[in-house]
């Protein structure tokens, strides 16, 4: 079956360092998505990739970093440039064409700064 | 521009009906609805495009008002399985895909 798939589920940071969150999509999207989620602010967008080797900042990507080397993948990058990354993660995907274009999200990582 | 929905809370008992608004300050070209249950992904219910055309999910419906640049999404005799955080997702532009989501209202049903 297709899906997006996030990994790992959970994931332990310390201060100072870089973490790489995983999103790998089997849908065939050509467009994927980065969400932050905190209780009570809901799904704030960091970065979105529409086409392979291009995307764009959304309104949080300020100490976040991604590449879009292959169609499949759309890793996220914490770096030691946020301040409060300890949020929950949402990986995100979709068509580019029509109007039909649901999103299809990952189950998610849980990022916690110990 | 994040939207905002209303109410942020409310708590049913099954069988009843409930109303969830989204509105925005900008033109809206389209509006998503998805459901959250707690600790898991959001998962797509329908779409909405500017036209004000009124969408239906089995006893969930939505409609789109483009002048007013609102959404309301109808959930009528509520079941317990509708128990989750609703969010809607408004177009960042007309061209691109990327969505603008509101806070989420979080609805309980209950026996």
């Known amino acids: 079956d297709g899906g997006i798939t996030q990994s790992p589920k959970y994931l332990f940071r310390k201060e100072g360092q870089n973490v790489t969150l995983s999103c790998e999509q089997n849908?065939?999207?050509?467009?994927m998505y980065w969400y932050r989620q905190d209780p009570g602010q809901g799904l704030r967008l960091i970065y979105y990739s529409q086409i392979v080797n291009d995307f764009q900042k959304g309104d949080i990507a300020e100490g976040y970093s991604v590449s879009r080397e292959k169609k499949e993948s759309f890793p996220l990058t914490v770096t030691s440039a946020q301040k409060n990354p300890t949020a929950f993660y949402l990986c995100?995907?979709?068509?580019?064409?029509?109007?039909?274009?649901?999103?299809?999200f990952g189950s998610g990582t849980r990022l916690t700064v110990v | 521009q994040q939207p905002v929905q209303s109410p942020q809370a409310v708590i049913l008992r099954e069988g009843e009906d409930a109303v969830i608004n989204c509105s925005s300050s900008?033109?809206?070209?389209?509006v998503h609805w998805y459901r959250q249950k707690h600790g898991e992904a959001p998962v797509f219910l329908m779409i909405?495009?500017?036209?004000?055309e009124q969408k239906g999910h089995d006893k969930i419906s939505a409609s789109f008002n483009e002048k007013k640049q609102q959404s309301s999404l109808y959930l009528t005799a509520s079941q317990l399985s509708y128990s989750g955080t609703y969010f809607c997702?408004?177009?960042?532009?007309?061209?691109?895909?990327?969505?603008?989501f509101g806070k989420g209202t979080s609805l309980l049903v209950t026996p």
């Open positions: 909405l495009l500017k036209g004000g």
């Open positions: 997702g408004t177009g960042r532009s007309n061209s691109g895909y990327a969505l603008n």
């Open positions: 849908l065939n999207h050509d467009a």
């Open positions: 900008k033109a809206l070209y389209s």
């Open positions: 995100a995907s979709s068509i580019v064409t029509g109007n039909n274009y649901g999103y299809t």
